[in-house]
């Protein structure tokens, strides 16, 4: 069954599907991509920079990183294009996480994985043979 929803950007009602937004937003980001596209294909603006190209087209910067991130323009052909990382907001050119912070995750990875070698280790040497004594007292 269909789910009735706000539409993130104009905030008008819309039945949730495939789409993250309405249709009317939908058709407006279609053109927007139309727009940014049309600039890039010129060969003078394939360097062009986000900001530049927001200078030009008039789209939004957040639009357009959208734009890189879903790979609908690629980095490959403009190299000039990034979007920001997931955790700390650096730009990128791919992925979702930018160096320093996919070694600092991993780094962490490492460490975990190194305890719970430790611990494991450790649960196993005390479920060694258990021997327990009774102390027989004679009855005075």
């Known amino acids: 069954m269909a789910e009735l929803a706000n539409?993130?950007?104009?905030?008008?009602?819309?039945?949730?599907?495939?789409?993250?937004?309405?249709?009317?937003?939908?058709?407006?980001?279609?053109?927007?991509?139309?727009?940014?596209?049309?600039?890039?294909?010129?060969?003078?603006?394939?360097?062009?920079?986000?900001?530049?190209?927001?200078?030009?087209?008039?789209?939004?910067?957040?639009?357009?990183?959208?734009?890189?991130?879903?790979?609908?323009?690629?980095?490959?052909?403009?190299?000039?294009?990034?979007y920001d990382c997931s955790k700390c907001g650096a730009q990128i050119r791919e992925g979702r996480l930018c160096e320093s912070c996919t070694n600092e995750l991993q780094d962490g990875v490492r460490k975990q994985g190194e305890i719970d070698q430790l611990s494991e280790r450790n649960r196993k040497d005390d479920m060694g043979q258990v021997t327990y004594y009774t102390v027989k007292r004679d009855k005075v």
Do not use: W
């Open 7 to 82: 539409c993130p950007r104009c905030y008008g009602l819309y039945i949730k599907g495939s789409a993250l937004v309405c249709q009317n937003c939908l058709k407006q980001e279609e053109r927007d991509f139309q727009t940014v596209y049309a600039f890039m294909r010129k060969k003078q603006n394939r360097t062009a920079n986000v900001r530049e190209i927001v200078e030009e087209t008039g789209v939004d910067e957040r639009t357009i990183r959208g734009f890189v991130k879903s790979k609908r323009l690629h980095p490959a052909q403009f190299p000039q294009l990034t």
